[in-house]
């Protein structure tokens, strides 16, 4: 990354901002869809000719290091991007793991070599990577993975399951944590690899919603063959790791791709109820302030969090509050947003706008679960910024081939 602490001149800095400024009238035009788009693949390939113009422009990576592909500039030009991107429509909602989980764990963490093969064509959406962690039998508790990574000569041999990972279907690369060494403690015999999506022995197996989505999926490895300097970080160093990503994970989640004091949720359901007649109601009026107070909270939340990765740290666990305050956003949506807009958000036709607006309510469902559950962040902040006694574990020094946990069967 660039000088954290490095400033810019005022007129330096208007000029930036003038710049991304024509460049996000000309391309940040909305994310435009034909028809149903279930599995994400019309959004992404939107993203991908915004975020290829970003880079063509010099205004992608902007402070990931030159000799990656990235710009060299200072945390103020991001801060300066962030700001004016937050004035127009989201193009880069289906980067948020390639972009903000992995890239940074890239960058961070994996060879120079690694860094090379992979950044700038990741910075430039040429190639888009997803995240593997969770398993049917470790979801919260995901250092009870059984996913195993073996080596043999060369190469990394992979086999088990993932679950829940989102876009692996148009991935070409992820992130995936795999045991290692069975005979440590869960925690400790994990290690951290990047994976060519379409090697042979990977199958992934789309997983359908209840709001019609299929963007998350299931991800098999049967005798994948990783080559050994694919391995990020140190053997058996995967849980120190795969903690950071999950730091990154939940400000991306929770604190989005803008800065400044947000209320976008606020402002729909202002604009709607101010459409229909209805921002006269009371008790309408009380909820949709309520709303309007927890996004500027979170937003509050998410630039002391961004102020971290200025000063160029890996991201703490005060990144669960963005996720957390998300969570609770999405569940007044639920009760406030039919309240706006009444009974067609229950009753409705394909291709009334009616169906998206109820689709939205559906889908903040997954905001308590995905990226940790609302129970994991209460714990990470309890325990990590309270500084609350941990919740007692019984397992952490047992060898993990010792354990009884998920489908694996105790040793004979």
């Known amino acids: 990354m660039s000088d954290a602490t490095a400033t810019l001149s005022p007129q330096d800095a208007d000029a930036f901002r003038a710049r991304c400024?024509?460049?996000?009238?000309?391309?940040?035009?909305?994310?435009?869809?034909?028809?149903?788009?279930p599995r994400d693949e019309q959004q992404l390939a939107q993203t991908k000719v915004f975020q290829q113009a970003r880079f063509d422009a010099g205004l992608a990576g902007?402070?990931?290091?030159?000799?990656?592909?990235?710009?060299?500039?200072?945390?103020?030009?991001?801060?300066?991007?962030?700001?004016?991107?937050?004035?127009?429509?989201?193009?880069?909602?289906?980067?948020?793991?390639?972009?903000?989980?992995?890239?940074?764990?890239?960058?961070?963490?994996?060879?120079?070599?690694?860094?090379?093969?992979?950044?700038a064509k990741n910075i430039s959406a040429q190639e888009v990577w997803c995240q593997m962690f969770s398993e049917p039998g470790a979801g919260s508790d995901v250092a009870s993975l059984q996913t195993r990574a073996e080596l043999d000569g060369d190469e990394w041999i992979l086999n088990g399951q993932k679950v829940w990972t989102t876009l692996a279907h148009v991935s070409d690369y992820g992130i995936v944590i795999a045991r290692t060494d069975p005979d440590q403690p869960k925690h400790r015999g994990i290690s951290m690899f990047a994976v060519d999506m379409n090697a042979p022995g990977v199958e992934v197996r789309a997983i359908h919603q209840i709001d019609g989505g299929m963007h998350f999926n299931?991800?098999?490895?049967?005798?994948?063959?990783?080559?050994?300097d694919w391995l990020i970080g140190a053997k058996n160093d995967?849980?120190?790791?795969?903690?950071?990503?999950?730091?990154?994970?939940?400000?991306?989640?929770?604190?989005?791709?803008?800065?400044?004091?947000?209320?976008?949720?606020?402002?729909?359901?202002?604009?709607?109820?101010?459409?229909?007649?209805?921002?006269?109601?009371?008790?309408?009026?009380?909820?949709?302030?309520?709303?309007?107070?927890?996004?500027?909270?979170?937003?509050?939340?998410?630039?002391?969090?961004?102020?971290e990765l200025k000063a160029g740290k890996t991201p703490g666990?005060?990144?669960?509050?963005?996720?957390?305050?998300?969570?609770?956003?999405?569940?007044?949506?639920r009760t406030v947003t039919p309240m706006v807009s009444g009974p067609d958000v229950i009753a409705w036709q394909d291709g009334d706008r009616s169906a998206v607006i109820s689709r939205g309510v559906?889908?903040?469902?997954?905001?308590?679960?995905?990226?940790?559950?609302?129970?994991?962040?209460?714990?990470?902040?309890?325990?990590?910024?309270?500084?609350?006694?941990?919740?007692?574990?019984?397992?952490?020094?047992?060898?993990?081939?010792?354990?009884?946990?998920g489908t694996q069967a105790p040793a004979s």
């Open 317 to 333: 666990p005060a990144g669960s509050l963005g996720k957390l305050h998300g969570a609770k956003i999405a569940r007044m949506l």
């Open 21 to 37: 400024k024509a460049f996000l009238d000309e391309h940040a035009t909305g994310i435009q869809l034909v028809g149903e788009d």
């Open 218 to 228: 299931e991800v098999f490895f049967t005798d994948v063959r990783v080559p050994a």
């Open 238 to 307: 995967g849980w120190r790791l795969a903690t950071a990503m999950l730091m990154y994970e939940r400000v991306a989640i929770g604190t989005g791709s803008t800065s400044g004091v947000a209320y976008p949720h606020a402002k729909r359901l202002i604009a709607e109820a101010t459409k229909l007649g209805r921002i006269t109601e009371p008790v309408l009026r009380q909820q949709i302030m309520e709303v309007y107070c927890q996004e500027v909270t979170k937003s509050l939340s998410s630039m002391r969090t961004r102020a």
């Open 62 to 119: 902007l402070t990931y290091p030159t000799e990656f592909g990235g710009q060299g500039l200072t945390a103020a030009h991001e801060k300066i991007w962030r700001e004016e991107y937050s004035r127009y429509p989201d193009m880069t909602g289906q980067l948020t793991i390639s972009h903000g989980m992995a890239l940074p764990m890239l960058s961070e963490y994996a060879s120079d070599d690694l860094k090379t093969k992979f950044l």
């Open 362 to 405: 559906i889908s903040t469902f997954m905001a308590n679960i995905a990226g940790g559950t609302d129970e994991i962040q209460k714990n990470i902040i309890g325990d990590r910024v309270l500084g609350l006694p941990r919740e007692p574990s019984v397992d952490k020094d047992l060898p993990f081939r010792e354990l009884k946990t």
